[in-house]
């Protein structure tokens, strides 16, 4: 059973625009949510976190919403580059010292 | 600050062999927790240690087994390996100071089964 899902395994996007990449969760019980982007022969790294008490958070181009009723979240890049054209994961975990739970990811290519 | 550090970077094994991978977190950090990466699966929790005791573990068989040591460096070990395991293994250390604290992850050992 998935409890992170990324729907998209691929996005293409235009440089300049804005990149939408979306998440869903089935656990209710999931308080942090984190996205995380992967090069090739790269670990991922972390890009930006939000907790279950807030509905957004941002950190320069890069901004999450959480939509705790709809188990929903985003993450939108604006202005997109080159150099976003990654795999971008989502991660979710519970209260407590549980593991995070990850999505299958997203491909994004951000075309020039 | 030196990063996660995983050794080796690439590995060949043989079905029915074993195997052990290597991990030294970023100094300081007192969690360590790996995932198996295959394509089309994301990432996938195979278990976590926090001071030399493991604190959780995903649903892998018992085939798949590590610790740590009291300098928090961990080892993973795959017996019996089989075609399936065919992965990237990552390795991620946390401070684990807060809920919710991310994972930094190391870039990784690919080790292919033949």
């Known amino acids: 059973d998935q409890q992170v899902k990324q729907n998209s395994p691929s996005l293409s996007v235009q440089e300049g625009r804005i990149s939408i990449l979306n998440c869903d969760y089935t656990n209710s019980m999931f308080d942090y949510f984190l996205w995380y982007k992967k090069y090739p022969a790269e670990g991922p790294t972390f890009l930006i976190s939000i907790s279950s008490i807030k509905d957004k958070n941002e950190d320069g181009r890069f901004t999450v919403f959480l939509n705790k009723s709809a188990k929903h979240l985003s993450l939108h890049i604006v202005p997109s580059q080159p150099g976003d054209s990654a795999v971008y994961f989502c991660a979710a975990s519970g209260r407590g010292n549980t593991p995070l739970v990850f999505g299958k990811g997203t491909r994004l290519s951000v075309i020039a | 600050k030196a990063g996660v550090t995983q050794t080796p970077r690439y590995l060949i094994k043989t079905r029915g062999q074993q195997v052990t991978l290597s991990c030294s977190p970023i100094?300081?950090?007192?969690?360590v927790s790996w995932y198996q990466q295959t394509p089309g699966q994301g990432l996938q929790f195979l278990f976590e240690y926090f001071s030399e005791t493991q604190r959780n573990k995903g649903n892998f068989p018992g085939r798949f087994s590590g610790r740590q040591f009291s300098n928090s460096r961990s080892e993973m070990n795959v017996s019996t390996l089989e075609l399936g395991d065919s992965a990237l293994y990552l390795c991620a250390s946390s401070l684990r100071s807060a809920e919710g604290s991310p994972l930094h992850f190391g870039n990784g050992t690919r080790l292919t089964v033949t």
């Open positions: 100094s300081g950090h007192r969690s």
